[in-house]
């Protein structure tokens, strides 16, 4: 039996995918394309806050979506209703989108002629936040009814995440929902992170939320 | 949840430096794994065992090392390991502030060696 010996890889295990990421990141800037990463968990409202989005922002911008589901249509076909260009990717039981699936998407949808994409990554907020789709900004959704402690359950996701979109704020007076906990906790976990306070359903506070896409946009469009 | 595209990423990274090597059985690999990573190390190895049969590191045993998670203080710029749990709660261990913490270390997903025959 030939003796055991010790052989140094050093190398990263999501390498590949990184890579790709950055890659699609550069030609994303390059074609001025700018491709925004929506997470969160199922039932967060993250097609409503989706629709309400797209809806105002395609009055100035060439938008589509990505959508991610497991195995199903519903998501991309509401959003075709609404008047907005989109394409499903069916992940088969994929827990996330890698860089990968996300430039298929975008070859799907033509993405060199739209200034804003959209994904509508798989909802989970565990495996999606260890893959780099390639996106320009990262935008998480969390929902009142889900609780404030969800930093401390899900710190990766929130780290990585540019923006938190907290939704159903009309659900306030019917949760213990402490606002200002939740602040707290993104404030050890991530500073830098900018907080938007959102209902979907009653429309309050998207002005502020596509105001600042809109800025964000313009700056990287010129 | 997402330990099989991990495992796959890791097989084929092992295999290349096997063949490289001119490997005929690895032993064992080691794994350098953030705290803050979702993974269980039960599911990491099930998954390699499924996905090595037939290649030169069936058999092989991961071995897997949690780095600590380190978070600098951007008020006193001390930096402090703390526990997963205790993330997003914690103060400065020095100066007693409450957030504005910036992650140092706790993400990675590194493979550092192997034994191999």
Redesign the interface.
């Known amino acids: 039996?030939?003796?055991?010996?010790?052989?140094?890889?050093?190398?990263?295990?999501?390498?590949?995918n990184d890579r790709a990421a950055r890659e699609l990141r550069r030609k994303l800037t390059e074609n001025k394309t700018f491709l925004v990463n929506l997470m969160s968990s199922p039932g967060a409202g993250k097609t409503t806050l989706l629709l309400q989005t797209a809806a105002v922002m395609k009055q100035t911008y060439k938008t589509g979506v990505i959508e991610a589901d497991i195995d199903s249509m519903v998501d991309a076909e509401k959003i075709r209703e609404a008047g907005v260009e989109s394409v499903q990717l069916r992940t088969g039981g994929f827990?996330?989108l890698?860089s990968l699936m996300v430039k298929q998407g975008l070859e799907a949808l033509g993405s060199d002629t739209f200034d804003l994409v959209f994904i509508e990554n798989v909802g989970?907020l565990?495996?999606p936040a260890?893959?780099d789709t390639g996106a320009i900004k990262n935008v998480m959704i969390l929902s009142v009814p889900e609780g404030d402690d969800k930093?401390?359950k899900y710190?990766?996701m929130?780290?990585t995440c540019d923006v938190l979109i907290v939704n159903k704020t009309d659900m306030l007076s019917l949760t213990d929902f402490d606002m200002d906990r939740l602040r707290?906790?993104?404030?050890?976990?991530?500073?830098t992170m900018k907080i938007f306070e959102v209902s979907a359903k009653t429309g309050q506070g998207i002005p502020q939320w596509t105001e600042w896409l809109k800025g964000e946009l313009s700056a990287f469009l010129t | 949840?997402?330990e099989l595209?991990?495992t796959e990423?890791?097989l084929s990274?092992?295999c290349r430096?096997a063949a490289a090597?001119n490997?005929?059985q690895v032993?064992s690999?080691t794994?350098d794994i953030g705290e803050?990573?979702?993974i269980e190390d039960e599911w990491m190895q099930h998954y390699f065992d499924y996905l090595s049969k037939g290649t030169v590191a069936e058999g092989a045993k991961l071995k897997i090392h949690r780095i600590p998670i380190v978070?600098q203080c951007?008020t006193c710029e001390k930096t402090f390991e703390i526990e997963?749990?205790m993330?997003?709660?914690?103060t400065c261990p020095n100066c007693k502030a409450?957030?504005?913490?910036?992650?140092l270390s706790g993400?990675q997903?590194?493979?550092?060696?192997?034994?191999?025959?």
């Open positions: 039996m030939d003796e055991i010996k010790l052989i140094q890889i050093k190398e990263e295990i999501l390498t590949d827990c996330h890698d989970n565990v495996c260890e893959f930093p401390l710190p990766l929130f780290s707290g906790h993104i404030s050890r976990l991530n500073p | 949840m997402h595209p991990i990423n890791i990274i092992v430096h090597g490997v005929t032993v690999i794994l803050l990573s979702d978070l951007n997963k749990s993330i997003g709660k914690s409450s957030g504005d913490f910036s992650l993400r997903y590194h493979i550092k060696e192997m034994e191999a025959r």
